[in-house]
């Protein structure tokens, strides 16, 4: 199985309807500044689940290096985008602790392209 394309599926399937359900189920239920959680959350989401299709291209024969940024982003997702998510829908304040998690390894996975970008050859 191609995880890396998987994920980017799945995330991209998954991020749209988290969208979609914000923004058609959620107006009445949450309040203007959960809602705005649960936007920031699905627009996270959508953009990592790009990320993650644009490096499942490149994953053949991708160094350890790289296979670590698809699994830095796949966790930062499911770490950063569903704890908010729960969030929204359960309003248990405990899960904005586990959003930074996520948050740092998105950051964790961003910076580690840049190195490895600095450490190929231009060409």
Same mark, same amino acid.
């Not at 107006?27 to 699905?42: D, K, N, Q």
């Not at 959508?46 to 796949?74: C, D, K, M, Q």
């Not at 998690?101 to 998105?106: A, I, N, Q, T």
């Not at 840049?114 to 060409?123: C, D, I, N, T």
């Given at each position: 199985?191609?995880?890396?394309?998987?994920?980017?599926?799945?995330?991209?399937?998954?991020?749209?309807?988290?969208?979609?359900?914000?923004?058609?189920?959620?107006?009445?239920?949450?309040?203007?500044?959960?809602?705005?959680?649960?936007?920031?959350?699905?627009? *996270?989401? @959508?953009?990592?689940?790009? &990320?993650?299709?644009?490096?499942?291209?490149?994953?053949? #024969?991708? /160094?350890? %290096?790289?296979?670590?940024?698809?699994?830095?982003?796949?966790?930062?997702?499911?770490?950063?985008?569903?704890?908010? *998510?729960? @969030?929204?829908?359960?309003? &248990?304040?405990?899960?904005?602790?586990?959003?930074?998690? #996520?948050? /740092?390894? %998105?950051?964790?996975?961003w910076l580690a392209i840049s190195w490895h970008a600095l450490s190929r050859?231009?060409?």
């Amino acid at each position: 199985m191609d995880r890396p394309l998987f994920m980017a599926g799945f995330f991209g399937a998954t991020g749209v309807a988290a969208g979609a359900f914000g923004a058609h189920a959620l107006g009445a239920s949450v309040t203007p500044e959960r809602l705005a959680v649960w936007e920031t959350a699905a627009q *996270y989401h @959508l953009i990592h689940a790009v &990320v993650l299709l644009v490096l499942a291209t490149r994953t053949t #024969g991708a /160094s350890p %290096l790289e296979r670590w940024v698809v699994a830095g982003f796949t966790l930062g997702v499911l770490l950063f985008s569903f704890s908010l *998510y729960a @969030l929204v829908l359960t309003d &248990v304040s405990r899960f904005a602790m586990i959003t930074p998690v #996520g948050g /740092s390894l %998105l950051m964790l996975s961003w910076l580690a392209i840049s190195w490895h970008a600095l450490s190929r050859k231009a060409g």
